[in-house]
């Protein structure tokens, strides 16, 4: 899958996490992201012509976020190709989601810095497969975060306020407690996670629950 590179050095740096030092794939990662996301959502206009643009975007969401990446990479079995640092290696970097996700944006740029746009478009399109024909049917709905603030808004209450309570754990394992604090109807949750984007996510899940909102 990943041969035939007019240079070569550009799918080794690809596939070279930070943690092995310089050059890594860091900023193909970034273009990458940029690539991906423009060829995915070129994908989703062109095949749902019926489709909403709140449905294209929870769909491109949903094929973008990072545990489909993941699942792809695992699927190419990038993980055993990954360049890591020795402390990544130990900890089992080679498996951690962000890092596999990562490299398969960071793949996709070298891609197209190789052999340009087209051969780009032929591996999002080979890599995602059925993945672009069921993503309208597996997007997930809104976020617990954005379901909240939008329900407060239309009862002209104000939006919730977001503490970090506290962040501990290891490098390769860190955690967040955040509150989500609804103070004109006395309500205050709180919500773990692995980033504090989680954590609120969390709280914010917890909050509509109690407001009897959850599905």
């Keep these: ?22 050059p890594n794939n860091e900023r193909l990662e970034f273009l990458g992201d940029a690539i991906l996301g423009m060829l995915v959502s070129d994908a989703l206009y062109r095949k749902f012509p019926k489709a909403s643009e709140g449905e294209l975007t929870q769909a491109r969401s949903h094929l973008v976020r990072e545990p489909t990446l993941a699942e792809i990479a695992r699927e190419l079995d990038l993980g055993a190709q990954l360049e890591l640092g020795q402390g990544e290696m130990k900890s089992g970097g080679h498996r951690r989601d962000s890092i596999l996700a990562d490299a398969v944006e960071a793949v996709i740029a070298a891609v197209y810095l190789d052999a340009g746009f087209a051969a780009a478009q032929s591996l999002v399109a080979d890599w995602f497969g059925s993945r672009l024909q069921l993503s309208l049917e597996k997007s997930p709905g809104k976020d617990p975060k954005t379901k909240l603030q939008e329900w407060l808004q239309s009862k002209q209450h104000a939006l919730p306020v977001y503490r970090l309570l506290q962040a501990g754990g290891s490098d390769h394992a860190r955690s967040f407690d955040v509150e989500c604090v609804l103070e004109h109807l006395a309500i205050t949750t709180a919500g773990s996670g692995t980033s504090v984007k989680s954590a609120e996510a969390d709280a914010a899940r917890k909050a509509l629950i109690l407001l009897g909102l959850n599905k």
């Design 1 to 22: 899958m990943l041969t035939g590179f007019r240079d070569p050095e550009l799918l080794r740096q690809a596939l070279r996490h930070r943690s092995a030092g310089k």
